[in-house]
């Protein structure tokens, strides 16, 4: 079974450019969540998709944003790109919301650069 | 913002020895903990995991223990081995409407094993 692909691998902007960021979660897997991970740093919360809704965001401004497809894909668009938005960003998927047995599998991460 | 933090950033054992790695949390309504361990140039990837009613939960080589009362939760790694290198993150799921959340992750520990 493939795991949560992410694309693309490595992706660089110039700064005030746009990136759109895609996510293919595990078959079966409705939940789509979005990490930043600055370089040395945690995880932080960005987004999480579910049945296509935008269930809750991060302390992230609004040029974060994502949509989630009716197959459950989903996308991280990041407008007017800063110097300090340069890092790891992770997708992960799980069934319906994390509940308390849910596990949350990651992909491998697209790592943006901005120039 | 951050509600998971960890008290150790860096962690050095030799191998064989046993290995406790450390992560307080601030959300006493948090009904489920995770520990993943990261890789360089990896995603996260699941260890353990463990639910609010149970104090200790046990895998292979590793256990989570949990301490509600101090709000407090450890790793520890059986006979540590060179492939327990990496940096581990405890997450706690953050509740939002009913058991349903999102994960949120503390800043990570690095665990270098000497040979």
């Known amino acids: 079974e493939a795991g949560v692909t992410q694309s693309p691998t490595h992706l660089i902007k110039t700064r005030g450019q746009q990136a759109t960021l895609r996510c293919s979660p595990i078959s079966g897997h409705t939940s789509v969540y979005w990490y930043q991970q600055a370089l040395g740093l945690g995880l932080q919360f960005l987004l999480w998709y579910d049945e296509g809704e935008e269930r809750n965001r991060g302390n992230f401004p609004p040029r974060f944003s994502g949509r989630q497809f009716p197959n459950y894909s989903s996308e991280l668009n990041v407008n007017a790109l800063e110097l300090e938005d340069s890092a790891l960003y992770l997708c992960?998927?799980?069934?319906?919301?994390?509940?308390?047995?849910?596990?949350?599998?990651f992909g491998q991460g697209t790592r943006l650069t901005v120039v | 913002g951050e509600s998971v933090g960890l008290h150790l950033p860096t962690l050095s054992v030799q191998e064989g020895d046993n290995s406790i790695i450390n992560c307080a949390y601030s959300?006493?309504?948090?009904?489920?903990f995770i520990w993943y361990k990261q890789e360089s140039g990896k995603g996260p990837q699941f260890i353990i995991d463990i639910r609010s009613n149970m104090d200790k939960r046990q895998g292979q080589r590793v256990t989570v223990l949990l301490n509600k009362t101090v709000k407090h939760l450890s790793l520890q790694i059986a006979a540590t081995q060179p492939g327990d290198s990496a940096v581990y993150f405890c997450?706690?799921?953050?509740?939002?409407?009913?058991?349903?959340?999102?994960?949120?992750f503390g800043k990570g520990t690095k665990l270098s094993v000497k040979p």
């Open positions: 992960a998927s799980s069934l319906a919301g994390f509940t308390r047995s849910t596990e949350a599998f």
């Open positions: 997450a706690e799921k953050e509740n939002y409407g009913g058991s349903q959340g999102n994960l949120i």
């Open positions: 959300n006493s309504a948090s009904d489920y």
